[in-house]
């Protein structure tokens, strides 16, 4: 089992992943150009922000807050009118700081410049963007595939956050880790609307109750989140995750961490994939505290895979009737058998709640951090004059490079479009 960064696509440290180009031997200059223009008289580079249009998505790329502070910068910030609406960051608050309104989603996407968005762009959209531009956001690049194609065939340079490098010169512009805070907070929220009975030890005249048992599975990020939330609405929370290091960061919310003498720490901090003996052993640990939980929080998720299944038909048969099980994985297969995508499901007097998208749910503070993160990646995208870097060859910038001047780079991407063609 693995650890949560939901939305969930980064990728460890690729060996197959183009790194940057350096000079060949004979000299030649093999360095990742931008493709900014040199004109004689140098215009404020354009940043523009177009409204999301995935159902559901109430999230903004940039707040007031951070488009003002890239005006300062000497760039020409484009919002779409109505973009931050639904995050509840009025068209007025963006006017104020110096933002221009587009009037219409094509204008946003096809003004040239910078495009920042939170989810992929639809074909459509793709199609939209001016050519030559450069795209930043959450790109899904497995699940894209269409978009990915034209964006390659306009020759746009689209960099995918979910494929920052984990160094800690990135951790400011970690989407995932923010947005993954966000959705642990959420499924804890959750879990306690979804069950019958109080979460806190209650003393009272009519006699004393116990406080409701969570189960946390995995401890990574959301995870992490899901415990400190569950323990501060009073519930008596234990987790486990397969990364013996995950303990120590358990115990330290107030949690009882549940071990099992298997060390499944793999690279760039991920969780590897269990053997098959150690699959049993975890399981029935795990099947007897699920049994035990009145309400259980899945996030466990292995980067670029269908998600682990830990809880069973027939586990989720052991628990108590009015118990609920909060499944963040279910975006990517599902922790647990009976999650179904968007939606929620009861058998046996067991909730199962498949949630997507979670952090749209608190869109003023996720988009909030969202921003914060673009800032940060804009802050080695755009010169301090304002201009895009004349090449990417910035570790962080060519990792997270997917597609360039008509090629995709990120290798497990290639590889699927040339596979599908």
């Known amino acids: 089992m693995a650890g949560d960064e939901p939305c969930e696509g ?28 040199t004109p004689s008289t140098p215009m404020a580079l354009r940043v523009s922000i177009p409204k999301e ?3 559901g998505e109430r999230r903004v790329a940039v707040t007031p807050e951070i488009a003002q502070r890239l005006v300062k910068q000497g760039l020409s910030v484009v919002v779409e009118a109505g973009a931050g609406v639904a995050a509840y960051y009025p068209d007025r608050q963006y006017t104020d700081v110096g933002v221009t309104l587009a009037p219409d989603h094509g204008s946003a996407l096809g003004g040239g410049g910078v495009v920042l968005k939170v989810q992929p762009p639809t074909p459509a959209e793709a199609s939209a963007i001016a050519e030559g531009s450069t795209l930043v956001g959450l790109l899904n690049p497995t699940r894209s595939l269409d978009a990915i194609r034209v964006l390659r065939d306009r020759k746009v340079s689209a960099f995918a956050l979910e494929l920052i490098p984990r160094i800690t010169r990135a951790q400011s512009m970690d989407v995932l880790s923010s947005q993954a805070t966000v959705a642990g907070y959420r499924a804890a929220l959750l879990a306690a609307e979804s069950v019958p009975r109080f979460l806190p030890m209650l003393t009272t005249a009519a006699g004393t109750i116990r406080p409701a048992k969570v189960l946390i599975l995995g401890a990574g990020v959301a995870g992490l989140m899901a415990i400190a939330t569950a323990k501060r609405l009073g519930a008596a929370v234990e987790a486990y995750d397969v990364r013996r290091a995950a303990g120590e960061q358990v115990r330290s ?14 690279a760039g901090g991920y969780a590897r994939e269990l053997t098959a003996e150690e699959k049993g052993k975890e399981a029935a640990m795990v099947a007897q505290a699920v049994a035990e939980a009145d309400a259980v929080v899945t996030t466990a998720n292995v980067p670029g895979r269908k998600a682990p299944r830990l809880v069973t038909r027939e586990m989720a048969a052991r628990m108590k009737p009015g118990s609920a099980i909060v499944d963040l994985a279910a975006e990517s297969g599902g922790n647990c058998e009976l999650t179904r995508p968007g939606e929620t499901v009861v058998e046996g007097g067991v909730t199962v709640l498949g949630p997507t998208n979670l952090p749209s749910e608190l869109p003023f503070h996720a988009s909030q951090m969202f921003a914060k993160n673009l800032q940060s990646f804009l802050g080695i995208l755009v010169t301090p004059e304002g201009t895009l870097v004349p090449t990417f060859d910035d570790e962080i910038l060519a990792a997270s490079l997917l597609v360039h001047a008509g090629e995709v780079r990120h290798a497990p991407t290639k590889a699927l479009l040339e596979g599908a063609a």
């Open 10 to 37: 980064r990728e460890p440290a690729d060996p197959a992943r183009p790194g940057p180009l350096r000079a060949g031997a004979s000299g030649e200059d093999n360095r990742i150009i931008s493709t900014r223009s």
């Open 53 to 55: 249009t995935v159902p």
């Open 253 to 266: 919310l107030g949690a009882k961490f549940l071990e099992l003498q298997i060390d499944a720490e793999g």
